[in-house]
């Protein structure tokens, strides 16, 4: 980034956050948009700005952050977070590099296979932090219990059949299909049991990982984060590996290419091998993957969407998904079985 190019503290929202922090309105703040939040990213501090779709996202994310501490997981320092006449802020402090997703397409195979090295090492450290095993992002748990959903995703194992009746209230369901889901789910709950939770970030992809010099300097962005398997953090990675065009860094962006990330579940494997070393791991990514297109087909207010879901959960019935161009994982023999 070129700090002579961004622009001096003259937002009128990021000087009163600022003000309300306490820190001095002065340097250079290079301004970033996003899904849910306005953005300012100065020398020293990341200042954001939600959009107000999530409920308390910023406070769930300061007490994540507060797990962290004392642990080895790269993170961005918490300096502040609040509400004000503009809405809920957070201000942390500056990671050195870019995101992932704007170092990739001029990396090479190897800084690429050391980033994804240095990822697998950040997951572990993630996956090793004591955590309540009830821990959930409010916005979720409103969601949940019948309020908006402003995201679909990460899954969680015990509401799937929960949005299998969500579906059914919905206008224009498909009953047939809902029926031959909820017996899918029924049948498959039993892997899930045994499970103990750890803390599951639940929004992994090129735009929340922040590198430089060929390693990850931090994981940012834990609004989503909550307990759940460990393998559930796998649903938004290679979600992400398989239909990358579907994660730009903003409305309005674009993706990366699908087969510049080919290579990234074998290393993160390699790197991480604990994390795939799961018994039915494929049916166990199945089922996370049912859960988000339940929410997407009972939820989404567009029905172009809601149809897409609906299209996408029939496949997957039939045992098809987007997890089916990854070898590492159709290569396994949990995969006729999913």
């Known amino acids: 980034m070129d700090d002579r190019s961004a622009p001096s503290v003259d937002e009128p929202l990021l000087r009163r956050t600022l003000a309300a922090v306490g820190l001095p309105a002065t340097g250079r703040f ?33 007490e994540v952050v507060a797990l962290l501490a004392g642990s080895d997981v790269p993170h961005a320092r918490h300096i502040a977070h609040g509400a004000g006449p503009d809405g809920s802020w957070y201000v942390s402090e500056r990671l050195p590099g870019r995101t992932l997703h704007d170092v990739w397409p001029h990396a090479d195979v190897h800084t690429r296979h050391t980033i994804v090295e240095s990822l697998g090492a950040a997951l572990r450290a993630l996956h090793r932090v004591p955590v309540p095993a009830q ?53 498959r709950l039993p892997l899930f049991t045994a499970d103990d939770p750890v803390l599951v970030h639940g ?73 795939f070393d799961r018994e039915h791991l494929r049916t166990r990514l199945n089922f996370y993957d049912i859960y988000v297109e339940l929410a997407i087909y009972a939820h989404h207010p567009d029905i172009e969407v809601r149809n897409m879901a609906h299209d996408r959960i029939a496949r997957l019935l039939l045992g098809h998904n987007h997890l089916d161009g990854l070898t590492l994982l159709s290569a396994t023999p949990d995969t006729a079985s999913g």
């Open 203 to 275: 929004d992994l992809h090129g735009s929340n990982v922040m590198v430089d010099h060929g390693r990850v300097t931090g994981l940012i962005d834990f609004a989503e984060a909550l307990a759940q398997p460990a393998d559930a953090e796998l649903d938004t990675i290679l979600r992400w590996c398989a239909r990358a065009w579907e994660f730009p860094p903003t409305p309005c962006g674009r993706g990366l290419d699908a087969s510049g990330l080919v290579e990234v579940p074998g290393w993160l494997r390699g790197a991480y091998p604990e994390l």
């Open 30 to 62: 290079f301004p970033k948009g996003g899904w849910a939040s306005r953005a300012w990213v100065g020398d020293e501090y990341v200042v954001r700005l939600s959009n107000g779709q999530a409920r308390d996202a910023y406070g769930h994310e300061a």
């Open 135 to 187: 821990l959930t992002p409010p916005w979720l748990a409103d969601a949940l219990a019948g309020g908006s959903w402003p995201a679909y995703h990460p899954p969680v194992v015990s509401a799937t059949l929960e949005q299998v009746e969500a579906a059914r209230r919905s206008p224009g369901h498909d009953a047939r299909l809902l029926g031959d889901v909820a017996v899918w789910i029924r049948e």
